[in-house]
């Protein structure tokens, strides 16, 4: 059985930090990219960033570019996002989530994809 | 960006849904999927590629479409299907979502 389990969500003031960490059992790590992908209370999907499988592309929402950054430890079977500079935006509920190919994004011609398994998700409070 | 239209949809069970999701510039080699989600929830990866069902989702879910115009249908609806339902381009940096289609029971 797949599982995605976050961790690192809570209360943070406007402009400090935090670091997300998802734990992957289930599925030979180092297969897949990873994503996060948060959701404001009340609101749609927003992607955040995706790695590859092995680290070597990364890409970012335009929101988020600058004061975040992802990263995973393939021996760890771990993913992490650390946020730094928080606002109240950033305020949502954050999935960690499994793609179906090795890179996050095709760039080119691919013949699958999506994002095949969800972690329950970590909630990060950004407020004073 | 994705325009997914409408916003809401009411219908019965037993009836024909019909999901659009609009791009506004060609998505790289149709990589779309669709995705349900419920209350409380995670989302459901249902269709990726535009048109290939994801394992374990039942027939009357079909996705289609090419380029800008992409289509989800939900050939005879279920009770378990009323949800949020969102399309999602990984063609190309930076990945997105569609704002949603509330699928509710008239």
């Known amino acids: 059985e797949v599982q995605l389990v976050e961790s690192g969500g809570g209360l943070v003031q406007p402009g400090r930090s935090l670091r997300l960490s998802c734990v992957v059992s289930?599925?030979?790590?180092?297969?897949?990219?990873l994503h996060w992908v948060r959701q404001r209370p009340g609101k749609g999907l927003e992607w955040v960033s995706g790695?590859?499988?092995?680290?070597?592309?990364?890409a970012y929402a335009d929101s988020v570019k600058g004061r975040f950054t992802i990263s995973r430890d393939n021996a760890k079977n771990s993913l992490f996002l650390q946020m730094n500079s928080l606002r109240a935006e950033d305020t949502a509920l954050y999935y960690c989530?499994?793609?179906?190919?090795?890179?996050?994004?095709?760039?080119?011609?691919?013949?699958?994809?999506?994002?095949?398994?969800w972690g329950q998700g970590t909630l990060v409070t950004v407020s004073s | 960006v994705l325009t997914q239209s409408p916003g809401t949809l009411s219908l019965s069970p037993g009836e024909r849904a019909t999901l659009s999701c609009g791009a506004s510039?060609?998505?790289?080699?149709?990589?779309l999927a669709w995705y349900q989600q419920k209350p409380g929830q995670a989302p459901r990866l249902l269709i990726n590629?535009?048109?290939s069902r994801a394992t374990g989702i039942p027939d009357r879910f079909s996705g289609s479409g090419s380029g800008t115009d992409f289509t989800l249908t939900i050939s005879r609806l279920e009770p378990e299907d009323f949800a949020v339902y969102y399309c999602?381009?990984?063609?190309?940096?930076?990945?997105?979502f569609g704002q949603g289609t509330r699928l509710e029971i008239k």
């Open positions: 590629a535009a048109s």
């Open positions: 999602q381009q990984y063609g190309s940096s930076p990945i997105t």
């Open positions: 790695i590859s499988w092995n680290g070597g592309t990364i």
């Open positions: 289930g599925i030979t790590f180092d297969d897949y990219a």
């Open positions: 989530v499994k793609d179906v190919n090795m890179i996050p994004y095709c760039g080119g011609p691919c013949y699958s994809g999506g994002l095949d398994y």
């Open positions: 510039q060609s998505v790289t080699s149709n990589a």
